[in-house]
């Protein structure tokens, strides 16, 4: 779980498949990176549990596998957008 949380690229994926299923060329276009590096990406995210997918036709769609990994994207989004206080 922390190898597949610990890469931002990964992190920009999970936050994306929280707004609804993607593609892998949608999700290489939101990211930037090359389709190879995204499947790689895709899957540590599967092996974690994070992500499943389904075939249709010869488009695979990825999503989030569960609502406790959406929970868990939620976290992190609002935990790294929150404002920090300052050290004193």
């Known amino acids: 779980m922390g190898r597949a949380l610990g890469c931002s690229v990964r992190l920009t994926v999970l936050q994306r498949l929280a707004e609804g299923e993607a593609s892998v060329s949608e999700l290489t276009s939101h990211t930037g990176v090359t389709q190879p590096n995204m499947s790689n990406h895709l899957a540590v995210l599967r092996s974690a549990g994070l992500v499943t997918c389904r075939r249709l036709g010869r488009v695979v ?20 957008t929150s404002e920090r206080p300052s050290p004193q």
Request: glycine share 4%; hydrophobic share 40%; no cysteine.
């Open 61 to 80: 769609r990825y999503r989030l596998a569960s609502p406790e990994a959406a929970d868990l994207v939620r976290g992190l989004t609002r935990d790294a």
